[in-house]
């Protein structure tokens, strides 16, 4: 099925990439380059994106990546629309270094590269938009605690391993905010080490040692559906809420049980809209990517450039009962 | 009898398993409660049979380190057919994961015994082709607990006198596994291969199909517990019980089966899995940081292992006997 889907698909594009290349040159492309083809997160991401181009108006979304998720695929995709003379690419890469002699062929050309979601070393694009920083995870793991906390209470964290840096830099972060809210009391970290049984373990450990506990946050996709299901299991739901970043279709039975009242990770659509709005402002020249700059992207505000010209989209976007079911599909 | 059981390695290790729990207990009390212990042998029923599963082949002087990847891979099946065809009853489902285990241990079995090839090498390459088999499978994908339905995910967890089903199904295991190793000819055919092949074989033995067999019954457990373990953690993905096979080996270490084949008891295999999980359920209670835990599982490791092999040393034959005691 998925590859006949697949297959669909590649015909689909080719149809379309041919009906563009005999168009007159007018409309201005953007081709969409995902990590590979026929991944729910890379065509929400092109859903996002088509909006944007329905916004803007008299501009093409070219979707395409290759078949799986491997450099050499992305490499032979770029060379093919540089041919095509499309005039920007905003490409999720597999390997941040092996595509960036193809992309710099293609700004040679004349052609806007960006890269967004999986970034490109700097020499290899013009800016980097990434779906969001360190500090607004940090800020948003705690919000989202805090939001069903009105009176305050004990929360715990449940991390991936010790040394995991990701992790251990948005705790720091959340700390940073923690005045912010001075109700709630961060009773403890635990590590889970990404592990199903141990994440599962230890937050039964959490349970016994603090009964009082009001909310469990886990910023790992591991720990956050392991950290729900012991919840569930030891009949804890209504008491402790499971919070954190999670994948919609992995976190869909918890929000259903009512262990996570809500959860967050970045939003596809969003993300594909804010790339394909910043690839157009760069490639119409409407903007430039140096550091500093400031670029709108529509109903997602606008994105400051930082010294390496990467920018963070925006905080991420929380999911809960009312929009699990339009997203447990996409990714 | 009771003299040479309070000298046995088991009565040794029961007594390190007791001190362990009233050590913690002292550091968080309600630790010892029988409703926490019974939740504790709960949490350790996979690990008891996977231990003992792998003692039988380390009884034959194999090893068996594809067993977690044995577990993920049935897991994964089972979890993927139940999300394909929910009205599947879970009895067919449990049937089929204890069939592809025995098969997956067959396999193992096979190498060993028809290619003579060194167990150790037959099964770390099949942990990694049943770790690939499962990513060719799903495609990377997880199966999330919304995607499998209920009876699945209910067997494990459901109460009988007490107990959940999941416990119920280790004490059967353990049951099965004691009369086997020493009421029947196949289970005193493991020891007498492990501890002396060529004699092994003048007996009538065939060491081969003595070892396959081995392979076969750990691979069906393994597969037993692929759907336990992913029925009960209600999500099913690539890396499922990565890195098991070493807490298997570590309690079937801890629990005085001799590496070298041939030495070991089902109790012993028993409680040191018990000690391994008694250990991992200690430690997120006991306030003991997580920097130390990994540090303090592989101490705990390797005393048990010292202890053993003290224990288990032949005292030297004595030829002089000093004045004062002759």
Request: net charge negative; proline share 4%; charged share 15%.
């Amino acid at each position: 099925m998925t590859f006949n889907r697949r297959l669909a698909l590649g015909l689909g594009l080719a149809a379309s990439l041919l009906g563009t290349s005999a168009m007159a040159q007018d409309p201005m492309r953007i081709a969409l380059v995902a990590k590979s083809l026929g991944n729910g997160f890379f065509e929400a991401a092109a859903r996002g994106a088509e909006e944007a181009a329905a916004e803007l108006g008299n501009t093409e979304i070219i979707y395409t990546g290759p078949t799986s998720t491997t450099a050499e695929g992305q490499i032979e995709v770029i060379n093919s629309l540089i041919a095509q003379r499309v005039d920007a690419i905003a490409i999720s890469a597999n390997d941040p270094d092996a595509v960036v002699p193809a992309l710099q062929k293609a700004m040679q050309r004349g052609i806007t590269v960006i890269s967004w979601d999986s970034g490109v070393a700097p020499e290899g694009r013009e800016m980097h938009l990434a779906p969001s920083s360190d500090a607004l995870i940090g800020q948003t793991i705690i919000k989202l605690a805090a939001d069903h906390l009105p009176e305050g209470g004990k929360v715990a964290v449940l991390s991936a391993t010790s040394t995991s840096t990701n992790q251990n830099v948005w705790i720091a972060e959340m700390t940073k905010v923690m005045d912010q809210y001075p109700d709630i009391e961060v009773v403890a970290t635990v590590y889970g080490d990404d592990l199903a049984d141990k994440s599962y373990r230890e937050t039964q450990g959490l349970i016994q040692t603090y009964p009082d506990l009001d909310a469990i946050i886990a910023p790992t996709s591991v720990g956050i559906v392991a950290a729900a299901q012991a919840v569930q299991d030891a009949g804890k739901v209504g008491q402790v809420n499971v919070t954190g970043l999670g994948l919609p279709s992995e976190m869909a039975g918890a929000i259903e049980s009512g262990a996570s009242k809500s959860f967050a990770i970045w939003n596809p659509v969003d993300l594909g809209y804010t790339a394909a709005m910043i690839a157009h402002a760069l490639a119409s020249d409407a903007a430039s990517a140096e550091p500093g700059a400031e670029i709108a992207t529509g109903r997602m505000g606008s994105v400051t450039l930082d010294d390496e010209t990467s920018a963070a989209m925006s905080e991420p976007f929380t999911y809960d009962a009312s929009n699990i079911d339009e997203f447990k599909s996409v990714f | 009898m009771i003299r040479s059981f309070v000298r046995s390695r088991e009565a040794i290790l029961l007594g390190a398993l007791i001190a362990l729990v009233l050590l913690v207990e002292s550091r968080f009390s309600g630790f010892a409660s029988p409703g926490n212990l019974a939740a504790v042998f709960n949490d350790t029923a996979i690990l008891i049979m996977l231990a003992l599963g792998q003692m039988l082949v380390i009884l034959t002087r194999c090893i068996d380190l594809s067993l977690a990847s044995n577990l993920a891979l049935t897991g994964m099946v089972t979890a993927m057919l139940n999300a394909a065809v929910p009205g599947l009853p879970v009895v067919a489902l449990i049937a089929l994961a204890v069939t592809l285990g025995v098969v997956m241990g067959m396999v193992n079995g096979l190498l060993v015994w028809k290619l003579d090839i060194p167990p150790i090498v037959v099964t770390l390459g099949t942990l990694t082709i049943y770790r690939g088999l499962i990513f060719l499978i799903s495609d990377g994908a997880w199966v999330n607990s919304h995607e499998m339905s209920a009876a699945y995910k209910a067997l494990p967890r459901a109460e009988l006198i007490g107990l959940p089903v999941l416990s119920w199904i280790a004490l059967a295991v353990i049951a099965g596994f004691a009369v086997l190793v020493n009421r029947s000819a196949l289970g005193r055919a493991f020891l007498a291969v492990g501890g002396n092949p060529h004699a092994a074989v003048y007996t009538g033995i065939d060491v081969g199909r003595t070892r396959f067999a081995a392979f076969a019954i750990a691979g069906g457990l393994a597969g037993l517990c692929g759907y336990l373990w992913v029925s009960r953690y209600a999500v099913a993905y690539v890396d499922v019980a990565g890195g098991f096979e070493l807490d298997v080996v570590a309690a079937c270490v801890i629990g005085g089966i001799s590496i070298a084949g041939g030495l070991g008891t089902v109790g012993g295999a028993v409680l040191g899995a018990l000690f391994l999980g008694t250990i991992k359920n200690a430690l997120p209670v006991a306030g003991i940081s997580p920097f130390w835990q990994l540090a303090i599982s592989g101490a705990a490791i390797i005393i048990a292992v010292a202890f053993n092999a003290r224990s288990s040393a032949k005292a030297g034959r004595l030829i002089l006997r000093p004045e004062s005691t002759a």
